[in-house]
């Protein structure tokens, strides 16, 4: 092969290293479990050294609910305002640690392992994330704290979705209906829809964004409590189609 050939070469081989979709199945295929376990633990010492460095400059009261518009409306001792968190992202940890040890069907989980871990990490970057927006409204950054929640909220959902499409049949992780838990088919082809559905639904929650107070709520809340109904119900058509 002419040597002018080379460097084109190694340049689409560099683009396809670097591409998004070769990022996302390397990074997916490095979540073994001691490294999620290592970035779980981290976000967790991150999130509580955040809250000790913060600790001191803020006051003894500190606000910590908006209402759908993403006016403050509620506030709470600073203590638990910043330690919540970290709390809830320990408390996480721990289901991650327990499920695939207690659930009868854990071979299942092992078999979507790294898609499993991948859903823990969201989560836990998810609340990390939470924690940071309760910090800057509270040193007097203003924004729109909806708007800021709803952006994360769809794209937790959206990465849910993918996951689902992955999942096996298990007791803990999933759309879980008497009909799914009862058949492997089921289970893959409701959670095959489905995580198509809370895709498209994380996408529509977006809209969320544009529309104050009630509006918010049915622009980002009901596309994915229609996509859960639509995917339970489609579970039950899919069992009775079934032979039994």
Same mark, same amino acid.
């Given at each position: 092969?002419?040597?002018?050939?080379?460097?084109?070469?190694?340049?689409?081989?560099?683009?396809?290293?670097?591409?998004?979709?070769?990022?996302?199945?390397?990074?997916?295929?490095?979540?073994?479990?001691?490294?999620?376990?290592?970035?779980?633990?981290?976000?967790?010492?991150?999130?509580?050294?955040?809250?000790?460095?913060?600790?001191?400059?803020?006051?003894?009261?500190?606000?910590?609910?908006?209402?759908?518009?993403?006016?403050?409306?509620?506030?709470?001792?600073? #203590?638990?305002?910043?330690?919540? @968190?970290?709390? =809830?992202?320990?408390?996480? %940890?721990? &289901? +991650?640690? !327990?499920?695939?040890? /207690?659930?009868?069907?854990?071979?299942?989980?092992?078999? #979507?392992?790294?898609?499993?871990? @991948?859903?823990? =990490?969201?989560?836990?970057? %998810?609340? &990390? +994330?939470? !924690?940071?927006?309760? /910090?800057?409204?509270?040193?007097?950054?203003?924004?729109? #704290?909806?708007?800021?929640?709803? @952006?994360?909220?769809?794209g937790l959902f959206f990465v849910l979705?993918?996951?689902l499409e992955k999942s096996k049949r298990?007791?803990?992780?999933?759309?879980?209906?008497?009909?799914?838990?009862?058949?492997?088919?089921?289970?893959?082809?409701?959670?095959?829809?489905?995580?198509?559905?809370?895709?498209?639904?994380?996408?529509?929650?977006?809209?969320?964004?544009?529309?104050?107070?009630?509006?918010?709520?049915?622009?980002?809340?009901?596309?994915?409590?229609?996509?859960a109904g639509i995917s339970a119900v489609?579970?039950?058509?899919?069992?009775?189609?079934?032979?039994?």
């Amino acid at each position: 092969m002419s040597s002018a050939f080379l460097p084109c070469a190694n340049l689409r081989c560099a683009r396809e290293k670097i591409s998004p979709i070769s990022f996302a199945a390397k990074f997916s295929n490095y979540m073994n479990t001691k490294a999620t376990n290592f970035i779980l633990l981290g976000s967790i010492i991150l999130a509580v050294a955040l809250c000790i460095f913060v600790y001191p400059w803020l006051p003894d009261e500190i606000v910590a609910h908006w209402n759908a518009s993403g006016e403050a409306d509620g506030s709470m001792p600073k #203590f638990w305002g910043l330690f919540l @968190l970290p709390v =809830i992202m320990a408390g996480l %940890f721990v &289901l +991650y640690v !327990l499920i695939p040890k /207690i659930d009868p069907l854990r071979a299942n989980i092992e078999s #979507f392992r790294k898609h499993y871990n @991948l859903f823990w =990490i969201f989560m836990s970057v %998810f609340f &990390l +994330y939470i !924690l940071c927006l309760v /910090i800057a409204w509270n040193f007097g950054y203003a924004f729109n #704290f909806a708007a800021a929640i709803i @952006l994360a909220v769809a794209g937790l959902f959206f990465v849910l979705g993918g996951i689902l499409e992955k999942s096996k049949r298990n007791w803990f992780f999933g759309i879980r209906t008497p009909w799914t838990l009862s058949s492997d088919v089921v289970w893959d082809k409701t959670h095959a829809l489905g995580g198509r559905l809370f895709k498209v639904a994380a996408v529509v929650s977006l809209a969320g964004i544009f529309f104050p107070g009630e509006a918010f709520v049915i622009f980002s809340i009901v596309p994915l409590l229609a996509a859960a109904g639509i995917s339970a119900v489609y579970s039950y058509v899919i069992y009775k189609k079934q032979p039994h």
